[in-house]
């Protein structure tokens, strides 16, 4: 591929956004420097946190305001007028907030759970304790009094399950609307000598979609933090003590189908365990966060999915302990636009941490095979250090699993399947100028204890280590990247594996920069990025980022991974309008050109996407787009066979909401995708959200899926006859599938500190397949059919398949696919989830939990979706019950 034609969208749109004048942007700037609060020490009893800022306290404490609109029209004052004070003491900060509004009747305020983002009024304040100008701790309150917390860092990105223990109360009266907050010292990061700190207040209409800040955010720049006011006056305020225990205690009862024959199965399966987290102040600005036997009870379940290709399915994390500070792990990913999937990796995944075990038992008559790994102990440290460095360490251990089994002649044996396993992340990161330069670096560690059968399945070791970077200037321009290495150690059979493994397949025929060496005992890989990005504008914005993943890259021990072998190049442009007009309040039009080609040169996919979004006056919001795809290389299709050419295609996709401010409000988005071999791919989904009463919210998830693919592999079959795909006969199979899914979710909220969450998602999809064929000659699209442009095909009673490739030629038949691997099927499944969640005191909460699980399949059955859903509900289930008490103990 030239690159000088790749490299052609990138120079075209760095020379539009270049030459762009900043028209406007000065008479824009809103006027003053930046504005700045007196922090007032209580000199008598604190405040009683009711919403009603009727303590004379609040008396001695002068008040902020002059808000600016972020949105609808930057740089205006705010539509209301807003009064802030301020206190604190020892202890704690104490913030009062009146909020008038001309319209108190028309205050938006709804139960929801804590952290929600329902349509409601908001109030903010966020604490920039470290004065580092990039990282900020925010909580919020609505007029109901539901609490948010969300730790801001990179200055702009937002991590919402950050959970911190605090208190806040709010009322509604004549006036508007008033709110109280009590922020414990503990809760915050700071150093004892640092006596000023960066704040800021926030205040969110929302009939309005009004968003205004006390210092003002200009919506041309990708600012936030780094635009906070200053508080200062904090005398004689020394960090407090931090230590924070959470014991717990779970019981469960685990009701599940199975034979009564087998001796491991109990219909009513009741156990018990405790464990406890912790949280312990190193220093002022360090932290270690511990847990012992840790358990997810009330973690919502996976979706359900049906995968017909070699690569796993993606999940997000979910579980509290993974999830909080986990912005500080972040590596991998650069100040762009746009980048290319396939030449992107997470370099850390914690849900590798706990995973199902990946051994395997013997062909057996009955197994107990256990469904997770059990962490043993985890802790980190996170924080910052005197020197202005922010650390992230994270060590986990994962004890010996062991599958019991009863073999063919009756005898109980047990077999290890995991094995003894500790898990390291380390990060480490340096803020210069403010935030605008940063440096950074990770490392990772995964180290098993392997017997012999282990051995051939796992890694002994695997380490990741990189540097990563980010410079920015006038909080417009921005230049970033980062590069890394893998290594992987093991027996030669398990680094055989994964050489072949669908990440590398270095076995591929006609890749001459690659080769499978069996004596192997490591693997070693490269990564890198680099991006150069227009961050802020009044209304161009762009990056070109280039990305690289090397042969040899290997992650998956404690990162997510589908791809090496990659080189990508990516121009984004766009155009943004964020001054309302007559019609429409904001829109904005991108364009983005990707180009992927692999370390032997061939390019594997080129595309160009241009697309539009934007919300009306009327606060609905439309998106259309359309990609385009000329032809390419597929050099996985074949599964460690020769390259296979792809044909063009061409995606349609878009959506239109209605105005999210009514009581019930609706999202159509769809996915249309059509390629020049005839496959093609519908995808439809509605959202519908109501909200029957101000305590209950309904959210409906229907989906439909439709797709043809022409290249569905089935199997292949060594022949030295077949010498135009390397010596090996290659078989794929027309397939038609649909996928019908109705996830509904239900939130009742009785009181902000309790709650009851419901999850269900029914899934029923189907798989026919229509004709078989063999792939004709390596680097086309060409296939022949069975029983039509070549040989004969035949059904054996087994189920299998049986292939004469060339008829009364000299070609050897053979067989292929079972009734269970080719034939059409069926597959259902329900998946559930009830949570009754109740916070009894500040951090200390009770749980109920029930989880519902059921799925069947069907062969040779087309999908009725009426028939089959009966039949889902027919389905024998597991149901899981489980209490969760945890009370938390701090200071």
């Not at 205006?76 to 704690?92: F, G, K, M, N, Q």
């Not at 100008?133 to 937002?158: C, I, M, Y």
Request: with cysteine; hydrophobic share 40%.
């Amino acid at each position: 591929m030239s690159l000088l034609r790749a490299l052609a969208p990138a120079l075209l749109c760095l020379t539009v956004v270049s030459a762009t004048p900043a028209r406007g942007q000065a008479a824009r700037r809103v006027a003053g420097a930046t504005p700045s609060m007196e922090a007032t020490r209580l000199s008598g009893p604190a405040p009683r946190i009711n919403g009603a800022l009727n303590d004379p306290a609040w008396a001695a404490a002068p008040a902020v305001t002059g808000f600016v609109q972020f949105r609808p029209q930057p740089g205006a004052p705010a539509s209301e007028r807003s009064d802030i004070r301020l206190l604190y003491d020892d202890r704690a900060l104490y913030i009062g907030a009146r909020l008038y509004d001309s319209a108190p009747d028309s205050v938006a305020g709804r139960l929801f759970r804590r952290d929600g983002t329902d349509y409601s009024d908001w109030f903010y304040v966020t604490i920039d304790s470290y004065f580092d100008r990039r990282t900020g701790f925010s909580f919020a309150v609505n007029p109901r009094g539901v609490q948010k917390d969300v730790l801001v860092f990179n200055d702009v990105e937002e991590d919402l399950s950050w959970d911190a223990v605090w208190e806040a109360a709010a009322r509604v009266d004549s006036l508007g609307w008033t709110a109280e907050l009590r922020i414990p010292l503990s809760q915050l990061r700071f150093s004892r000598d640092v006596t000023t700190w960066g704040i800021n207040f926030q205040r969110r209409i929302a009939r309005r979609g009004e968003i205004s800040f006390w210092s003002p955010v200009p919506a041309d720049l990708s600012a936030r933090i780094s635009r906070s006011g200053t508080l200062t006056g904090l005398d004689r305020l020394r960090p407090a003590a931090r230590f924070e225990l959470q014991p717990y205690g779970v019981a469960r009862l685990d009701r599940k189908p199975d034979a009564a024959a087998n001796p491991f199965y109990g219909a009513n399966d009741l156990y018990a365990t405790a464990g406890a987290d912790l949280k312990y102040g190193l220093t002022s600005n360090l932290t270690l966060t511990g847990t012992l036997n840790p358990d997810f009870a009330q973690v919502e379940v996976d979706p359900a999915v049906v995968n017909l290709t070699v690569f796993e399915n993606f999940f997000e994390e979910k579980r509290p302990f993974f999830t909080e500070g986990a912005d500080i792990f972040a590596f991998g990913s650069t100040r762009t636009f746009g980048r290319a999937g396939q030449a992107t990796a997470r370099y850390f995944y914690s849900r590798r941490i706990g995973r199902p075990p990946q051994g395997a038992v013997p062909e057996a008559r009955f197994v107990d095979f256990p469904a997770q790994t059990t962490i043993a102990g985890a802790a980190k440290v996170t924080g910052r250090t005197p020197g202005g460095w922010s650390v992230g360490v994270l060590d986990a251990v994962t004890p010996i699993e062991r599958a019991r089994y009863i073999d063919a002649e009756g005898r109980e044996r047990s077999l290890r399947v995991e094995p003894l396993t500790n898990y390291f992340t380390g990060r480490v990161r340096r803020d210069l100028r403010a935030g605008q330069t940063i440096l950074g670096g990770m490392l990772t560690a995964v180290n098993r204890t392997l017997d012999e059968t282990l051995a051939l399945l796992l890694h002994e070791a695997a380490y990741f280590g990189g540097l990563d970077f980010m410079h920015a200037w006038n909080q417009r321009w921005a230049i970033s990247g980062y590069a890394a290495g893998s290594l992987v150690e093991g027996s030669p059979e398990r680094l055989r594996r994964t050489q072949a493994a669908p990440t590398h397949y270095f076995q591929r025929p006609d890749a001459e920069h690659l080769s499978l060496d069996p004596s192997r005992t490591r693997l070693s890989g490269l990564a890198g990025e680099l991006s150069l990005a227009k961050i802020g504008g009044r209304h161009w914005l762009g990056s070109l980022t280039y990305q690289t993943l090397t042969p040899g890259l290997e992650v998956n021990d404690l990162g997510f991974q589908l791809y090496s072998d990659r080189h990508a190049l990516t121009t984004h442009l766009s155009y943004q309008e964020r001054e309302p007009g007559r019609r429409l309040r904001r829109y904005s039009i991108d364009f983005e050109t990707s180009h992927v080609w692999n370390y032997g040169g061939r390019p594997i996919t080129n595309t160009a996407e241009i697309a539009a979004e934007t919300e009306f006056t009327t606060f609905w919001t439309a998106r259309v787009g359309v990609r385009g795809r000329p032809w390419g290389y597929l050099d996985r299709t074949t599964r460690g066979g020769p390259l296979m050419r792809q044909t063009a295609a061409f995606f349609f996709f878009g959506g239109v909401g209605t105005d999210t401010r009514r009581p019930v409000h609706a999202a159509f988005s769809y996915d249309l995708f059509w390629d020049a071999s005839g496959e093609y791919d519908y995808e439809l989904y509605l959202t519908l959200n109501a909200r029957p009463t101000s305590a209950l919210q309904l959210r409906f998830d229907p989906g439909l899926k439709l797709e043809h693919d022409t290249d569905q592999y089935v199997a292949a079959h060594p022949d030295p006859l077949a010498t135009r795909t390397y010596g090996t006969r290659y078989v794929f199979g027309d397939i038609d599938q649909v996928s019908l899914s109705f996830t509904t979710r239900a939130d009742w909220t009785f009181s902000p500190n309790l709650s009851l969450q419901l999850y269900l998602q029914p899934l029923l999809a189907s798989g026919n397949y229509l004709r078989f064929k063999e792939f004709r000659e390596a680097g086309t699209f060409d296939f022949d059919y069975y029983g039509t442009d070549r040989g004969t095909l035949q059904r054996l009673p087994s189920g299998q398949y049986l292939v004469d490739p060339d008829g009364d030629g000299p070609a050897p038949p053979f067989t292929f696919g079972s009734a269970f691997g080719q034939d059409d099927f069926v597959f259902r499944s329900l998946r559930g989830n009830l949570v009754l969640r109740w916070e009894y005191r500040p951090g200390s909460r009770l749980y109920f939990v029930w989880q519902h699980l059921r799925s069947g399949d069907a062969r040779d059955h087309a999908l009725d979706p009426f028939d089959d859903l009966g039949r889902l509900f027919a389905e024998p289930a597991e149901n899981i019950f489980q209490i969760k008490l945890d009370y938390w103990l701090g200071r």
